[in-house]
């Protein structure tokens, strides 16, 4: 396994349109969190899957953003309408229970 | 609110010295805590994690300390090299969060050669 993947790495949209990025995690791994990182700042928790089921989300995670982890394997993350304040970089991690966390390498959002 | 303080918030050294990342936090339940680095535009890669039960955890130059009862953690990185060079995280997952991070606003290192 080549640890967490996230496709696409780099997204260029225009205000208003819709995104999807996709996560891959480690595939022994039933927990699986999507974070967005803005310039200069750590992470911040926007939602969390223990296999497909969605346990927790921040209120970050506003009307826009919808999350998936269909049959508990790979996960997606929507933006929809994106706004320019969606400009972030999204990671996502995957986890066993209390073990450490695998971060992919992150989809670069930029919002014109 | 729960927080995670990382100090200092940039670091330049030259290249061999000895250093150390400070990171406090204000969760008295955690039960890990996890050092990252990341490199400018790229994804976090794990460098060590510290069970709420243990005191320390080293993997080659890297040793990291766990204080659960003051709140702190450091990290030591020996004979710095110009290839550290990178942002430093800690985070912390809290008794009941399945496993989410909080994390602190990172250690922006620099070595010279």
């Known amino acids: 396994d080549t640890g967490v993947s996230q496709d696409p790495r780099h997204k260029i949209t225009k205000r208003g349109q819709n995104v999807t990025f996709r996560c891959d995690p480690i595939?022994?791994?039933?927990?699986l969190y999507w974070y967005r990182q803005t310039l200069g700042q750590g992470p911040e928790f926007l939602t969390y899957?223990?296999?497909?089921?969605?346990?927790?989300k921040s209120r970050l995670l506003s009307d826009r953003f919808s999350a998936e982890r269909p049959k508990g394997s790979f996960s997606t993350l929507e933006i929809q309408r994106t706004e320019q304040g969606d400009s972030a970089m999204y990671l996502c991690?995957?986890?066993?229970?209390?073990?450490?966390?695998?971060f992919g390498q992150g989809t670069r959002l930029t919002v014109v | 609110k729960q927080e995670v303080t990382q100090i200092p918030a940039a670091l330049s050294v030259p290249e061999g010295e000895n250093l150390v990342l400070n990171c406090s936090f204000t969760?008295?339940?955690?039960?890990?805590l996890q050092w990252f680095r990341q490199d400018p535009g790229k994804g976090l890669t794990s460098l060590l994690l510290?069970?709420?039960?243990?005191r320390e955890q080293t993997s080659g130059r890297l040793n990291a300390s766990l204080d659960k009862s003051s709140g702190r953690s450091t990290l030591y990185i020996a004979a710095s090299q110009p290839g550290d060079s990178a942002t430093y995280l800690c985070a912390y997952a809290g008794g009941t969060s399945y496993g989410k991070l909080t994390f602190g606003q990172g250690t922006i290192l620099t070595v010279h050669p």
């Open positions: 595939s022994e791994h039933n927990r």
């Open positions: 899957f223990q296999n497909e089921a969605q346990l927790e």
């Open positions: 991690a995957s986890s066993a229970p209390r073990a450490e966390a695998f």
């Open positions: 969760d008295s339940a955690i039960y890990n």
């Open positions: 510290i069970q709420s039960s243990q």
